[in-house]
């Protein structure tokens, strides 16, 4: 049996920084070829009582992120705005969409608050074919 830490893969994102009000973000598009599920966590210093914050998930077909497409949004309500919040957003990628993933957000706070995104994959394991590997 694995560790946690022995079957995920974790990438910083997007480092930790300070992200004015109504001010939308990006993280790094991440390579999802061979990875079973992506999960992103945005981590956002206190927003203030019922401020939210708006994560959208987005696919494209080059790491650069160029044409890329909205797959999902959600938004998280900071119902207390007392304490830092996580927004966590996984996904199974389609060979039906783009081979790399980011999430673009925003928040709605008062004041510039702290964010910062970890993307965690785990990759899916397929064994070779009668002892051939195909490398690519």
Same mark, same amino acid.
């Given at each position: 049996?694995?560790?946690?830490?022995?079957? *995920?893969?974790?990438?910083?994102?997007?480092?930790? &920084?300070? #992200?004015?009000?109504?001010?939308?973000?990006?993280?790094?598009?991440?390579?999802?070829?061979g990875?079973?599920?992506?999960?992103?966590?945005?981590? #956002?210093?206190?927003?203030?009582?019922?401020?939210?914050?708006?994560?959208?998930?987005?696919?494209?077909?080059d790491?650069?992120?160029?044409?890329?497409?909205?797959?999902?949004?959600?938004?998280?309500?900071?119902?207390?705005?007392?304490?830092? &919040?996580?927004?966590?957003?996984?996904?199974?990628?389609?060979?039906?969409?783009?081979?790399?993933?980011?999430?673009?957000? &925003?928040?709605?706070?008062?004041?510039?608050?702290?964010?910062g995104?970890?993307?965690?994959?785990?990759?899916?394991?397929?064994?070779?074919?009668?002892?051939?590997? *195909?490398?690519?």
């Amino acid at each position: 049996m694995n560790r946690i830490n022995e079957e *995920l893969v974790f990438h910083t994102a997007f480092a930790p &920084q300070s #992200v004015e009000a109504s001010t939308e973000k990006t993280s790094d598009y991440i390579d999802v070829s061979g990875v079973e599920e992506i999960v992103f966590l945005i981590s #956002v210093s206190p927003l203030g009582a019922n401020k939210s914050l708006t994560v959208t998930l987005l696919s494209s077909d080059d790491s650069s992120g160029s044409e890329a497409e909205e797959v999902e949004t959600a938004t998280f309500t900071d119902t207390v705005g007392t304490a830092a &919040q996580t927004a966590v957003v996984s996904y199974h990628p389609s060979a039906l969409r783009g081979r790399y993933m980011a999430v673009k957000f &925003q928040h709605d706070g008062a004041a510039a608050v702290v964010c910062g995104v970890i993307a965690a994959a785990n990759t899916m394991y397929l064994p070779a074919a009668n002892g051939w590997t *195909l490398v690519v």
